[in-house]
């Protein structure tokens, strides 16, 4: 079945710092990729996708390319800030005709000090 | 817009009692979903639904059961609660076009304690 590996956490770095959350992934077909966030205490949000291969994803300086010949979408940021915190999921969607939700890794949890 | 809400945050249930999870949307999504998170596992899901009156099983169905009476709403049910359902659980929704599907929205949880 589908299946989303991510880095294992948490991932300590000081303010500014270069990130990067590791991402493969297990499945048939041409998925569809994305990142989410949670910040403390609240719900998942959306942070970036990218639907086909060699696509990009970005938002708020996060970026993630779909690299089908190596199965992976790491997420990278080239100066992160405190506000940064939160837990990142990796998931992708196998598109199958219906609604099925996402398969989701496990989450990295992200601690930047000042 | 509300976006998606969940009642109630939190609730402690002894093993045995049943409860009902709510999750309600006002973006007039016609998919919405139902996830638990579970520390290490990330978040896997139970059901979901197409529309109203339909449902189907995801991941982990068992000892769940879900209702779509009106668009808006997507209930959970626990029959007869378990310690092995202490978890937090998330509602998500979507849009039901090809390409606006891929964007989940989800809401802030729903921490459950089964002692």
């Known amino acids: 079945g589908d299946s989303v590996t991510q880095m294992e956490g948490p991932v300590t770095l000081s303010e500014e710092a270069f990130l990067t959350i590791n991402c493969t992934y297990t499945?048939?077909?041409?998925?569809?990729l994305f990142w989410y966030v949670q910040y403390p205490g609240e719900g998942l949000q959306l942070l970036l996708k990218?639907?086909?291969?060699?696509d990009k994803g970005s938002n708020k300086g996060f970026e993630a390319t779909y690299r089908k010949e190596t199965t992976s979408f790491h997420l990278e940021k080239g100066s992160v800030q405190v506000s940064d915190s939160a837990v990142y999921f990796c998931?992708?969607?196998?598109?199958?005709?219906?609604?099925?939700?996402?398969?989701f890794g496990k989450g990295t949890h992200l601690i930047i000090q000042p | 817009n509300a976006g998606v809400t969940q009642t109630p945050k939190f609730r402690v249930l002894k093993t045995g009692q049943s409860m009902t999870l709510l999750c309600a949307q006002d973006?007039?999504?016609?998919?919405m979903y139902w996830y638990r998170q579970d520390p290490g596992m990330g978040l896997r899901l139970i059901h979901y639904?197409?529309?109203?009156?339909?449902?189907a099983k995801g991941e982990v169905p068992d000892g769940y059961n879900v209702s779509r009476l009106k668009k808006q709403n997507f209930l959970l049910g626990l029959e007869s609660a378990a310690p092995s359902q202490t978890s937090v659980y998330f509602c998500?929704?979507?849009?039901?076009?090809?390409?606006?599907?891929?964007?989940?929205?989800f809401g802030p949880g729903t921490r459950l304690l089964v002692l």
């Open positions: 998500a929704s979507s849009y039901s076009a090809v390409r606006m599907r891929e964007t989940q929205y």
């Open positions: 499945a048939t077909g041409y998925p569809s």
């Open positions: 990218a639907t086909k291969a060699d």
């Open positions: 998931a992708l969607r196998r598109d199958k005709g219906g609604a099925d939700g996402l398969t």
């Open positions: 973006m007039n999504h016609e998919y």
């Open positions: 639904s197409v529309g109203e009156g339909t449902t």
